[in-house]
């Protein structure tokens, strides 16, 4: 039992206990020979999450790691087939839930993240997403996410692969399914705008989910005297105010489908910001709630932004490689985000101060990056570290303190 001094802490073995037995509970990594056990490959692959590299980086500077194919041959043999895998994953990530999140319903957010992809298709081209152009490509591997905001507080409970062509109206049905399954019920969805269509909106109404999304901007633009049409009229406002607006599916389809939907127009002053003055405005849909003013909408729907912050921690976590395998990628996108899941259950059991019924998280006894530099170290202790080549004459030096 800690003294109360050290209350607040935890230790470097802690922090490699716990993340090794979350793993290994639901994902069940087996031994794949002597070299290949499954504790050698479990601190293979944190020592790769921690340092942001590959399997190969992490062999080649572990001195008593096994090669870099026999990693990856003992991962393809031991790793479960691709749905049994997003099972258990999703089953890591909802292992330390507090059951508080399940007591009543709660805030949800939802959001796309795109793991640039340069290379074919290993068995289905549908394996890989299209998008616009970032880091290079087009091309991606995507995931979606379900995470619950609560105060200052963000767990992961449902993870995805969403595939080409596949509609968002049925990412969002299996993320908000996965979530009733753990027993976490919606009080509310947050969406990023790119979930605004008339096919998601429908089915949220269906549903009888309440959700929360900013509107895009379509119809004409005001020029030459003439105004604003669509939703582009909204962004026009000065002062904030309610609305409704009924979204169309394009008239090419068979049949044309409607949704109606609120509109919350929250008008605010630019103050130099990004060096621009005037009046601009945040343009929100929602539906099944009547919120109290359109400050309280901006307001909540800030909270969603957290959920970029999630997705930087995890790309902190996030092995890298250049496998085709979906299966390979798939796990490594999981295991970055149970290794940010562990970081949230640390602060919230054992780095937090309680006062009274608040619970005051304190994020800089323990930063991601901390946490994952102990779980480094634990394993540079187990394995041991490679000599340091020194370079070689002609490579650049660096610059002598004057």
């Known amino acids: 039992m800690r003294s109360r001094k050290n209350q607040y802490t935890i230790t470097c073995r802690e922090v490699h206990d716990r993340a090794a037995a979350v793993v290994q509970k639901h994902v069940r990594i087996e031994d794949h020979g002597h070299k290949c056990r499954a504790a050698v490959l479990l601190n293979v692959l944190f020592f ?20 870099q194919q026999a990693v990856f041959n003992a991962l393809v043999e031991t790793l479960p087939e691709y749905s049994e895998l997003q099972k258990r994953l999703n089953a890591a990530l909802v292992s330390d839930l507090p059951k508080a999140l399940r007591r009543r319903p709660q805030m949800l ?6 793991i640039p992809y340069h290379g074919e298709p290993q068995n289905d081209p549908d394996e890989i997403y299209r998008s616009q152009p970032k880091s290079g490509t087009s091309h991606f ?9 609560r105060k200052g507080h963000r767990f992961s409970i449902a993870l995805t692969p969403v595939r080409k062509g596949e509609r968002m109206e049925e990412v969002v049905r299996r993320l ?23 096919a998601v909106i429908r089915y949220l109404q269906a549903a009888r989910c309440p959700f929360l999304m900013p509107v895009i901007g379509r119809g004409r ?3 030459e005297g003439k105004p604003a049409t669509g939703t582009r009229a909204f962004a026009a406002w000065k002062r904030s105010g309610w609305s409704s607006h009924t979204l169309k599916t394009p008239k090419a389809t068979k049949y044309g489908k409607t949704a109606t939907v609120r509109i919350c127009v929250s008008c605010g002053n630019y103050a130099g910001k990004w060096n621009r003055h005037g009046r601009r405005a945040f343009v929100y849909a929602f539906w099944g709630f009547q919120p109290g003013s359109t400050r309280w909408v ?4 800030r909270t969603r932004f957290g959920i970029e912050t999630s997705y930087r921690q995890m790309n902190e976590a ?10 390979l990628r798939l796990f490594f996108f999981g295991l970055a985000m149970i290794l940010r899941n562990i970081w949230v259950w640390f602060h919230l059991t054992t780095l937090s101060e309680r006062q009274g019924r608040r619970l005051i998280l304190h994020l800089e006894r323990l930063r991601f990056k901390d946490l994952l530099l102990d779980l480094q170290r634990v394993v540079e202790v187990a394995l041991g570290i490679t000599q340091i080549v020194a370079p070689q004459p002609g490579l650049m030096q660096p610059l002598a303190k004057s």
């Open 48 to 67: 790769a999450a921690s340092r942001i590299s590959s399997i190969f980086a992490a062999c080649r500077n572990l001195a008593d790691a096994p090669s």
């Open 176 to 198: 908000l399914r996965q979530a009733r399954a753990e027993g976490v019920k919606h009080r509310l969805l947050l969406l990023d705008r790119g979930f605004y269509s008339v």
């Open 298 to 301: 901006r307001a909540v729907y």
């Open 109 to 114: 957010a939802i959001d796309l993240t795109l």
């Open 221 to 223: 633009k005001p020029k």
């Open 141 to 149: 591997h995507a995931y979606a996410t379900c995470y619950v905001v």
């Open 318 to 327: 996030r092995i890298r490689t250049c496998s085709r395998s979906p299966l």
